[in-house]
């Protein structure tokens, strides 16, 4: 550009009629040819001196092209000028084409002449195709077209830009962008032109929103590229723009990223609550302002919906952008019903999605509020759209998604969206449900094969926790027990059946009521453990045998920690098949871990178990445990025992708060497997809650056995229980004197209970009978059940003892 009024350009070398670059000549109005270029000369190959003079079509055209170009002559004479290709003949013969623009020029003191401009037919046809192209651009290109001057002021637009902008093409020429496009998109569109117009880079398929100024509702994105426009010389000229609607291009692939991020996002536990709440997520804010996620009443709880999708709905997900909708809206949790006719009852009994475009005003607030509508700012909600969650053709409840922020109304494309979101929840909550329901099974089945409240032991104090794994692994088949025996002891088991899920719990159920059985034996740790092993093993023979009709229904092993402590001798005896040693903390606060002898796990068959003894001081604290609690993949298993040691030394801790604290020292938030742990305080009935006689074999021994019984029990102050402690000792001692040999044992214990022992050398077990009227005997142990609360019978290495419990009169103290 130049400063002055005048403004110069460099001529294109791509035009053909250039001055620099065609072919001039100029003939009379007789076609005689007065003048003579030296590009013509070039072209032709005829000097100056050869035609000047001559008719043009004598030098110039062969005898058989005479008749076109005398054709051609005419025509421009009659339109005072033409444009086309002829054939010349060239210097040396050969026929050459030539793009002529013939145009006359008037003299005032002669005939009219005839101005000639041409070039290779070649140049002139590309020429031409070139703007032709140029021409289809601005006028009939699908693909809009801008270009701007250096200021960025629009020079000249095509139809499809201005089709964009709702104008004619002649309209924009003058204008910037942001008179037609919101004054945000205009910044952003002139800032990327300023930047090519800068650096000369040009900007390809770049997408960006371009909301126009007459409709700022309506969100619109474009495809820009753009380019630097110089001329010849390299004088920046401008920028030109290409612009193409991409709005719904734009649309899909947001949808598209979307459903991909929501198949990530949603489903990502098996639990129906989190699912709910993945979906709400997901819909907010990219679909929706507000999403809420409300499911059938039995579908939260994991239960099997009905096929008539009826009956109220929870709350199961809230998801918001809207200020203060909170308070409008029902909370997470709520029971809802809606009435018949209302919009969400229509979605679940129709099955089917509902679009309200278009729902501003009370209408819309009542169809996302329901009768709590009224009770905040009303969040203008224009548009909504409700959305059935159907899986394996039953309804579980419905999502409703509201738009009160963005201008935009829902669109039809949105539903299907939207129903594709509910489509992937409503599978992912149904198989979470499904889960929920076996989970809950098998964790019911577990929790009803546990013990239930603690007893009441003479021999300890008790505390215990268990903490199934986490949803996903299941339940698994981790056990414990304390069971109550005979003469004031106890049994502490703890065990684990290898597997998760309901038969991992059936099969603890089932070894669980054999460690009863066993236990009520009065038998030795390890032959219960040999016992169970046998139980075991039968067990996966027969399930072996039936697996082809329950193949998942395998049992392959398990293991076993069985304790008996002796609240009167303190002793301890242990056996464990394949199972931890146990924790054993003395008054002192000193932690080991007893070298208990490593019995094979449940089930192998055939192999020993071995016991081990061991003498604990009053107040000693016995910790059984699975392996759950120190096989943790975070920590190996020596730095467990040292958590749980340095968790145990607390000796002065109450037992359920120790137990607890042990629990979260070492377990994660959700554990892989299942965890036991059972603590056990040792207490001990000293001399003055335990008498001991040793009696006679002698006819006079029943009788010396009341005397003794009658004065123990009075310096007791249990006088009340004389008399049919009597009745008991002197039928027992009787018993023994009858059918054994050597010295009986008379032992009483004042614990919770009054507990009565007579001990022989003979292996014969006495058994209930009912006496008919003509036997002399046999009422005497139907008598000592009368009489009694339980009685029993157990073996020892040398003889048998027979015991029986009663239960003190009120009032009486129990020993701590």
Known sequence: ??????????????????????ALAVVDHRGVVTGWGARTEDLLGHRAEDVLGKPAADVLVAHRDQEDVAAAAADCVRGHGWFGVVPLLHRDGRRVHVGIRARRVIRTDASPEWFLVGAAAEAVVQWETDRSVLDGLFRRSPIGMAVHAPDLSVLRVNRAVARIAGIRPDQAVGHRTGDFVVAADAETVEGRLRQVLETGRPMIFTEQPCRLRSDPVRGRYVSVSAFRLSDSAGHVLGVTQLVEDVTERHRARLRLALLNEAGTRIGTTLDV??????????????????????????????????????????RSALSCVVPGAEELLHPVGRR???????????????????????????????????????RAPDPAVHSLMLVPLVARGLVLGLAVLWRAERPEAFEADDLTLAGEFAARAAVCIDNARRYTRQHQAALSLQWRLLPGEMPDLPAAEV????????AAEGVGGDWFDIIPLSGARAAFVVGDVIGHGIDAAATMGRLRTAVHTLAELDLEPEEVLSHLDDLVHRLAAEQEAASHDFPNDQVTGASCLYAVYDPVSRRCSLARAGHPPPALVTPDGQVTFPDLPAGPPLGLGGLPFEAAELELPEGSLLALFTNGLIQQAVI????????????????DRPLPELAKAVVEALLPARPLDDVALLLARTRVLGPEHVAT?????????????????????AAWHLDELAFATELVVSELVTNAYRYADGPVTLRLIRGPRLICEVSDTSNTSPHLRRARSTDEGGRGLFLVAQLTERWGTRYEREGKTVWTEQPLPAGADTPQ
């Open 336 to 374: 809802i019903e809606f009435p018949p006719g209302s919009p969400q009852a229509r979605c679940l009994t129709e099955k089917r999605p509902l679009l309200v475009p278009h729902g501003a005003g009370p209408t819309g607030v009542a169809a996302v509020a329901q009768e709590r509508a009224g």
């Open 636 to 651: 190996d298993i020596d730095a467990a025992l040292a958590r749980l040691a340095d968790q145990l030394h607390s000796v």
């Open 273 to 314: 609550a989190t699912t709910a709440r993945e979906l709400a997520d997901v819909l907010v804010p990219e679909l929706a302002d507000c999403a809420s996620v409300d499911l059938l009443e039995p579908v939260s709880r994991g239960e099997e919906p009905s096929q008539g999708a009826a009956g109220p709905v929870r």
């Open 463 to 470: 505390a215990r926790q268990y903490i199934p794994a986490g």
């Open 1 to 22: 550009m130049a400063d002055g009024p005048m403004t110069l350009f460099s001529e294109s070398p791509e035009d053909p009629f250039s001055a620099a670059h065609a």
């Open 693 to 713: 006689w040793t009696l006679p074999s002698d006819p006079r021994a029943a009788s010396s056995a009341r005397g003794l019984v009658a004065d123990q029990l």
